[in-house]
């Protein structure tokens, strides 16, 4: 079994200022888990990725991640925010075993706003 | 460059009127999954193949069907769309095994009037 709980529904910043998105996972498995953002009306793009090598994770557009196994989690951190940031943000986690199909579980998302 | 398209970008339909999604994938992945999204929500796993292996969610209505005649193209069919089918319906692919990421289609906006 496995679950993602992303902490924050909305995440308020200002223009400059660091982000944090939070998000908490279990899972039975070595999972490996994943932060992709959406802008309105567009599908999923992958920011970044964990699959069980570096836990400090870099990613597209300044984003970062790092995996805390011993506090089953992966927030998602940008030093310095930008208005084009303004999107929503899913956690996901996938794993399994067998053929090969890993299950894959979606956070509920959090919206974060950047103000100028 | 390799990627996952979807058509159309919107689609409108009557209740009750049989629709047709289309997804294409040019990265020749093994695994394309389906997706319902309803605003502001986290995207619903409805299907998704393994090669030619159909593998239904257990909450997915009847009334949603898939088909997959070969690796690069994969279609969602909604019999008889309701009012609470409007949605947001998204098409993803990955490689399969070894934890691999799903690269995303744009989507398509599904109206039921």
């Known amino acids: 079994a496995q679950s993602v709980t992303q902490l924050d529904s909305h995440v308020s910043v200002s223009e400059g200022t660091p982000v944090l998105l939070r998000c908490n996972y279990s899972?039975?498995?070595?999972?490996?888990l994943f932060w992709y953002v959406q802008h309105p009306n567009k599908g999923l793009q992958l920011l970044l990725k964990?699959?069980?090598?570096?836990?400090l994770v870099k990613g597209i557009n300044g984003f970062e991640a790092e995996f805390k196994k011993s506090e089953t989690s992966f927030h998602l951190t940008k030093p310095s925010a930008h208005m084009s940031d303004a999107a929503e943000y899913f956690c996901?986690?996938?794993?399994?075993?067998?053929?090969?199909?890993?299950?894959?579980?979606f956070g509920t998302g959090t919206k974060l706003q950047v103000i100028p | 460059d390799a990627m996952v398209i979807q058509n159309p970008r919107y689609q409108v339909t009557q209740f009750g009127k049989p629709v047709t999604l289309s997804c294409s994938q040019t990265?020749?992945?093994?695994?394309m999954y389906w997706y319902q999204q309803k605003s502001s929500q986290a995207p619903k796993l409805l299907f998704h193949?393994?090669?030619?292996?159909?593998?239904n969610e257990a909450d997915t209505p009847d009334n949603f069907q898939s088909r997959r005649p070969n690796t690069s193209f994969c279609f969602l069919d909604i019999r008889s769309p309701g009012l609470g089918d409007a949605a947001m319906y998204l098409c993803?692919?990955?490689?399969?095994?070894?934890?691999?990421?799903?690269?995303f289609g744009p989507g398509t906006r599904l109206t039921v009037t």
């Open positions: 993803a692919t990955s490689r399969g095994g070894d934890l691999r990421e799903q690269y």
């Open positions: 899972s039975s498995y070595s999972p490996s």
């Open positions: 964990y699959t069980s090598a570096a836990t």
């Open positions: 996901v986690v996938s794993g399994g075993v067998g053929r090969g199909y890993q299950k894959v579980t």
């Open positions: 990265l020749n992945h093994n695994v």
């Open positions: 193949y393994y090669d030619k292996d159909f593998n």
